[in-house]
T-cell receptor, first 119, second 113 residues
Framework: DAGVIQSPRHEVTEMGQEVTLRCKPI?????LFWYRQTMMRGLELLIY????????DSGMPEDRFSAKMPNASFSTLKIQPSEPRDSAVYFC?????????????????FGAGSRLTVL | AQSVTQPDIHITVSEGASLELRCNYS??????LFWYVQSPGQGLQLLLK??????LVQGIKGFEAEFKRSQSSFNLRKPSVHWSDAAEYFC???????????FGTGTRLTIIP
């Protein structure tokens, strides 16, 4: 398996532009998570999906952020309009079905991240 | 709410020396505990995990961690570090029935010759 695939790896854009980050989870994984990493706040969970349905988006900072998962193999995180404070590394992670107290529970596999710079 | 504290922001260790990275968690029930490692420009890779049973868990790359419920700790150890261990290390806590992992702020490890 190629692992969790994110694109683009690097994005530089100007304030006010729309940014779309993409993620392909591991095949068979039914949970998908979007995290944001900054020096000031560390790793923050933005939103997660189960079976393509958004379950908890309480970490999404504001309405400028939106995430979708149209099918089991693809998710997007969109920022519109972007602002300099959105500059961060955005990680996508996926996880397989939760087993009952087994070693598979809660183990996330992360992508390599998308580094976003908003000028 | 669950939380994780990694009190050391940056640690420098000589190659071949032993290592211990500290992690303290706060969670009301039995936690699931994890250590992840992040190399520069890379995503996070799972080093080891604790769900239940033996409180000393072994991971990849020669790392181990010990769960101490009385101290709410899950410290990461390695008897002899290698230059390739230089990276950032994250402790995380989760729980059965709670899909959200909470990560600590990380400890950056520098290895000197």
């Amino acid at each position: 398996d190629a692992g969790v695939i994110q694109s683009p790896r690097h994005e530089v854009t100007e304030m006010g532009q729309e940014v779309t980050l993409r993620c392909k989870p591991i095949s068979g994984h039914d949970y998908l998570f979007w995290y944001r990493q900054t020096m000031m706040r560390g790793l923050e969970l933005l939103i997660y999906f189960n079976n393509n349905v958004p379950i908890d988006d309480s970490g999404m900072p504001e309405d400028r952020f939106s995430a979708k998962m149209p099918n089991a193999s693809f998710s997007t995180l969109k920022i519109q309009p972007s602002e300099p404070r959105d500059s961060a590394v955005y990680f996508c992670a996926s996880r397989g079905p939760r087993d009952t107290f087994s070693s598979g529970a809660n183990v996330l596999t992360f992508g390599a991240g998308s580094r976003l710079t908003v000028l | 709410a669950q939380s994780v504290t990694q009190p050391d922001i940056h640690i420098t260790v000589s190659e071949g020396a032993s290592l211990e990275l500290r992690c303290n968690y706060s969670y009301g029930a039995t936690p699931y505990l994890f250590w992840y490692v992040q190399s520069p420009g890379q995503g996070l890779q799972l080093l080891l995990k604790y769900f239940s049973g033996d409180t000393l868990v072994q991971g990849i790359k020669g790392f181990e961690a010990e769960f101490k419920r009385s101290q709410s700790s899950f410290n990461l150890r390695k008897p002899s570090v290698h230059w390739s261990d230089a990276a950032e290390y994250f402790c995380a806590v989760g729980a059965r029935g709670n899909e959200k992992l909470t990560f600590g702020t990380g400890t950056r490890l520098t290895i000197i010759p």
